[in-house]
């Protein structure tokens, strides 16, 4: 998917509210020549004068994870990135949905491999609505593949390993899909370009397991946590193979920006009946729910922003 983006007043860069054109780096910075980066995408819904951010520490932490599987030192506090992403989305006063985006990238100094430049952090805030359909997507399965898990540190969200992504989701686009599933080097089904997947079989949830090719995403947690602990349903983490993915009762994709996204066809054969299912629809109920904060118990989970 293409997504069309308003640019906001603000951007956040090294320590600094800075005005959105001014919001610039060095070409010569490492990260844009050899993927040297990491990054998180996070949501903020707005609601009756309050942005409500998803998940925001937890995101923040797999930033620092990420960081540090890439050897690099993120020369700020956890808490600080935190009241940076507090303060960019305060200074911008979103009155719409809002996507969130933390970057930490090796910037100016060497142009060597084994560069350990310093490093560049932004947090870039804008107006965002839906990712892919929410009335259902028409996939493929991509003929590039995820890298073993000895080939890449597929765990960490790192900006190099979005070339796969992208020529994967372009690739899908070309062939007239919404979206492409990779599948993992051994063949079996790992994920999209930037969702993780689950499928229905028999009322049970079946999705790949985090020791897989896969980004052990936040929406995949939340899932996973709201099919046990609400709906009562039997969720299994294990190796998915493409012929299951074709005779699933229901699909769907998880991820920050495509949220619940329903699967309705996989390489011209639809799922189930073709139609968004009963049990993704539920969970799709139950997300939107939780995500503005309507129940209590996971309120934890979101931090509120007052738009003045
Ligand atoms: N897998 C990949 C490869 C991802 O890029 C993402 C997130 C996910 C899974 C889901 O993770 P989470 O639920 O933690 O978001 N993708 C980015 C996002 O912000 C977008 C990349 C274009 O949704």
């Excluded at 560069?115 to 009335?135: C, H, M, R, S, W």
């Excluded at 897989?212 to 969720?235: F, N, P, S, Y």
Aim: hydrophobic share 40%.
């Amino acid at each position: 998917m293409s997504v069309e983006v308003k640019w906001p007043k603000y951007a956040w860069i090294n320590g600094k509210i800075v005005e959105w054109d001014n919001a610039k780096i060095h070409v010569f910075s490492h990260g844009l020549h050899y993927g040297t980066g990491v990054f998180e995408g996070i949501r903020g819904y707005y609601d009756n004068g309050y942005i409500k951010i998803f998940r925001l520490e937890d995101h923040m932490k797999r930033l620092f994870k990420s960081a540090k599987i890439i050897h690099m030192q993120i020369p700020y506090k956890l808490d600080d990135l935190i009241k940076a992403v507090i303060d960019v989305v305060k200074a911008n006063g979103f009155t719409n949905d809002i996507y969130i985006r933390p970057i930490a990238f090796r910037g100016l100094g060497s142009f060597g491999l084994r560069a350990q430049n310093p490093v560049d952090v932004a947090i870039i805030a804008v107006e965002f609505g839906k990712y892919l359909k929410k009335t259902g997507v028409r996939c493929t399965i991509s003929s590039w593949r995820k890298p073993a898990a000895d080939s890449f540190p597929i765990y960490a969200k790192v900006t190099g390993m979005y070339l796969l992504y992208h020529l994967a989701s372009l690739e899908a686009s070309m062939n007239g899909y919404d979206e492409a599933i990779l599948l993992d080097s051994d063949g079996f089904v790992a994920e999209g370009s930037g969702e993780n997947i689950f499928i229905v079989k028999d009322n049970t949830l079946i999705t790949p397991p985090t020791y897989d090719a896969i980004l052990e995403g936040i929406t995949r947690d939340t899932v996973i946590k709201l099919a046990r602990e609400e709906l009562g349903l039997v969720v299994i983490e294990r190796r998915i193979r493409r012929e299951e993915l074709y005779t699933a009762d229901e699909a769907f994709f998880t991820g920050t920006a495509a949220e619940i996204t329903p699967i309705i066809e996989v390489d011209g054969r639809p799922i189930g009946n073709g139609q968004v299912g009963t049990i993704t629809e539920k969970i799709v109920k139950l997300y939107n729910d939780v995500v503005l904060g309507k129940i209590e118990k996971y309120r934890k989970w979101i931090t509120e922003v007052k738009i003045i």
